[in-house]
């Protein structure tokens, strides 16, 4: 799989444990046991969605040994949302313009 | 003229849908999205975008290639072929948009409404996983409640 910082985002978030983790997070910094909470999953199993996310830089742990709080990061997420705004953009920008253009393509052809 | 809105749906796990009306017959509407010199008029996505180039060979096995130019010169070019040319209703084609995306097979349908036309675009993705990618991309307004309070999340960061 492609490793670019764009992809690696992408592939954080096509899961929705990880969404759940990232939308529990943008509340605050958590520990993993209290992440573990909410789901029916074991420690290590968050643990692992969590080095997922580490990876794409979503997600960064405290220096603290025993507790290691884990707090978002949306840097990358800022650039997902560009690109995000610019695809839904495109058709929403298109269509409206082939409003109007029909509306000239009515007019031509009434006039022959 | 009223404006209307696209509604998008996923009619599979590997789908992506989105319906439109537009107010003109479907004739005119089939026109506009399949030949050359309506398409270089309207399907240019953000202002300031232009489309140098717009290639279409309208027949079963016919190629098309369309190259966008952005504002800062920067260029994307997607290339694919029909599969299926059914005029006024129907169009069955594969998009390439390059080697960092799976290939897709679009079907766009046409439907007389009145004196209005509904086109429901439908992109079919090779794998879930392909549709998942795009669909964080934004493609869909995302029912997922999580994915929901992530985006409330995103539009707080503000620009």
Redesign the interface.
Do not use: C, I, Q
């Given at each position: 799989m492609a490793d670019d910082p764009l992809s690696l985002t992408f592939a954080a978030l096509a899961d929705p444990t990880r969404r759940a983790i990232l939308a529990r997070l943008a509340e605050g910094a958590a520990t993993v046991k209290e992440l573990s909470a909410p789901f029916a999953m074991s420690g290590p199993a968050v643990s692992k969605h969590l080095k997922v996310l580490e990876r794409a830089g979503l997600v960064v742990r405290g220096r603290d040994a025993q507790w290691r709080p884990c707090t978002l990061d949306a840097t990358p997420l800022r650039e997902v949302s560009e690109w995000t705004d610019g695809f839904r953009r495109f058709w929403d920008d298109s269509y409206r313009r082939l409003d109007a253009y029909l509306e000239r393509m009515k007019e031509q052809s009434d006039d022959h | 003229?009223t404006?209307?809105t696209?509604a998008w749906t996923t009619p599979s796990d590997v789908e992506l849908a989105?319906t439109?009306t537009?107010?003109?017959?479907q004739h005119?509407?089939f026109?506009?999205f399949t030949r050359p010199e309506?398409i270089v008029?309207?399907?240019?996505?953000?202002?300031g975008w232009t489309m140098p180039v717009c290639e279409v060979d309208l027949r079963p096995g016919g190629q098309w290639h369309m190259v966008w130019r952005r504002a800062d010169g920067t260029e994307l070019a997607m290339t694919g072929s029909y599969l299926e040319v059914t005029p006024f209703a129907r169009l069955v084609q594969t998009e390439s948009w390059g080697d960092?995306w799976p290939e897709t097979v679009n079907t766009t349908t046409f439907t007389s409404s009145g004196t209005r036309t509904v086109v429901v675009q439908t992109t079919k993705f090779p794998t879930p996983?392909a549709r998942?990618?795009a669909m964080?991309?934004?493609?869909t307004s995302g029912a997922?409640t999580?994915?929901d309070?992530?985006e409330t999340?995103?539009a707080s960061?503000g620009a």
């Open positions: - | 003229m404006t209307e696209s989105v439109r537009f107010d003109a017959p005119l509407v026109e506009a309506h008029h309207w399907m240019l996505g953000p202002e960092d996983e998942e990618r964080a991309t934004g493609m997922d999580s994915y309070r992530l999340y995103l960061l």
